[in-house]
């Protein structure tokens, strides 16, 4: 019989439910989230980290590949019996990240590539290596940080999981994640308080996640801060009537403040739940077979190979990289986002408008997707359904300058109702007071009459980007009109 995969007895996080409670289905996804990128950590604080292959086809243990730790460029050997019925997918992989190597040495996607293909050949030292070595190359890195500090998470080293975590918190990109399995390390070391302040500020960067309501919550609770973890747990649940592990916590809190018959109804609801989840689990695919998990894998080495390429100014070699990894994995949002960037530098905008279509259908309420779309279709000059897109991503995101700027832009271009256009502008140069935005006010200024309000917005605009030599040369247009 073959080994028990070590990570099915990984760590949960300090203050969630028993791991009798938790769906395998938990685990799987904190191991998909990190393949498919930093900005997608949603669940990995839980640190209940799936099955890494550590397990050989038929039962039997397989000698792994010789050690490229020492040197973290090197391709990884594919031992013989490496999953043989997948072996044409791995060799893919293989020979992508041998090409990588030879044409972007320097680039972190390469050495992030080899990390992955290192984690298919199960060498774990050479896996580590490469994740180091792409921070090496780039110390902005974020998928380097967020594989390192799960691997500390889930090894139990918490200082260094919140020494790396702290520090991918100072790049600009970062996501709220990144707090989720801060917290997760600070709890580990018993700072309950900080990691509640840490999963606060989570909260209010990802005011749509159920998951960091439901870990606020825990921490509150173990906090015995019982009116906080009640609110956590009851706006999680609005959230996500799903959310079984916040119907836990409510019952936990009733069954402490006395209220029997309330945590009795929340009881029945978590085991609801649960057994449905557990349905679906078990009708679902097999998420530990290797028919499921490697072509996964390889998708995601073939999408770091497409975005190095992209990167390198090189998109017809990127397409068929990308449109390979999201033939391997449907559901892969990275994948074709970097695809829809492709197609969009080929002046192919037809082909990224239905990769974006694509990506509205796996990710219905990302308005990264909607905005996407409203500008193809303006840039294919289908104004009016441009127009609907803008009007529905203010309604969706009323603090987010991109609906209102694309409004403006549309009657701009059409010259349709200019006084409101000019509203529009200025409420997206007030929400992000960007050269461009302002640009745009002045433009809608000038085509209205107002030559001094079009001054005033162009004036703003080059004191933003003094670089951008479209608004110095309005402006010397606009000279010769004064």
């Keep these: 019989m073959g080994r028990k995969p070590k990570h099915l007895d990984s760590p949960k996080m300090p203050g969630a ?37 550590t397990q050989r086809p038929g039962g039997e243990i397989g000698t792994p590949a010789a050690s490229t730790a020492a040197n973290p460029l090197a391709v990884p050997v ?11 997918v791995l060799e893919e992989a293989q020979t992508a990240v041998r090409r990588l190597l030879e044409e972007f040495p320097q680039d972190p996607n390469s050495a ?42 889930d090894a139990g080293d918490f200082v260094q999981a919140e020494m790396l975590l702290r520090k991918a918190l100072t790049v600009e990109r970062a996501s709220g994640d990144f707090r989720d399995l801060l917290a ?48 956590a747990f009851e706006k999680a649940i609005q959230l996500d009537r799903q959310m079984a592990r916040a119907y836990h916590g409510l019952a936990q809190i009733a069954a402490k403040t006395g209220r029997t018959e309330e945590a009795r109804r929340h009881r029945d609801e978590f085991a609801r739940l649960k057994a449905a989840e557990n349905r679906a689990v078990r009708s679902g695919p097999d998420e530990r077979a290797d028919a499921f998990i490697v072509p996964k894998c390889v998708a995601a080495i073939l999408s770091l190979s497409g975005k190095s390429f992209l990167n390198h100014q090189q998109p017809e070699q990127a ?88 409004l403006a832009e549309i009657r701009l271009r059409t010259g349709n109702d200019l006084a409101h256009a000019r509203q529009l502008a200025a409420k997206a ?10 640009f745009i006010l002045a433009a809608i200024c000038e085509k209205a009459g107002d030559l001094a309000g079009a001054e005033a917005a162009l004036q703003k605009a080059i004191e933003l980007e003094p670089n951008d030599p479209r608004y110095r040369q309005m402006h010397a247009s606009m000279q010769g009109k004064n």
């Design 78 to 88: 594919l031992p013989a019996d490496l999953y043989p019925q997948q072996r044409p």
């Design 429 to 438: 140069a007030e929400l992000e007071p960007g050269g461009w935005n302002y």
């Design 319 to 406: 397409v068929d990289l990308l449109r390979r990894a999201a033939t391997l994995d449907p559901h892969d949002t990275d994948s074709r986002t970097a695809l829809t960037q492709a197609y969009t530098q080929l002046g192919q905008l037809e082909s990224a408008l239905a990769v974006v279509e694509e990506l509205r259908t796996i990710e219905s309420g990302n308005l990264l997707h909607l905005r996407a779309l409203g500008m193809l279709q303006a840039r294919l000059d289908r104004l009016d359904a441009a127009e609907k897109t803008f009007g529905e991503l203010c309604a969706a995101a009323p603090n987010w300058a991109v609906g209102y700027a694309g």
């Design 184 to 231: 997760s390390a600070l709890s580990g070391q018993g700072k309950l308080t900080e990691a509640a302040s840490v999963l606060e500020q989570s909260a209010a960067q990802k005011p749509g996640s159920a998951e960091t309501r439901v870990l606020l919550g825990e921490a509150y609770l173990r906090l015995d801060q019982l009116e906080q973890a009640s609110v």
């Design 112 to 153: 992030a590539a080899t990390a992955l293909l290192n984690d298919l050949v199960h060498d774990e030292a050479a896996e580590l290596s490469c994740w180091e070595h792409c921070l090496q190359l780039d110390d902005g890195y974020l998928l380097a940080y967020s594989h390192l500090a799960t691997r500390a998470v």
């Design 17 to 53: 439910t028993d791991s009798t409670t938790l769906s395998r289905s938990d685990s799987t996804r904190s191991y998909y989230l990190r393949l498919a990128g930093a900005a997608t950590l949603a669940f990995i604080s839980l640190a209940l980290l799936v099955w890494r292959l």
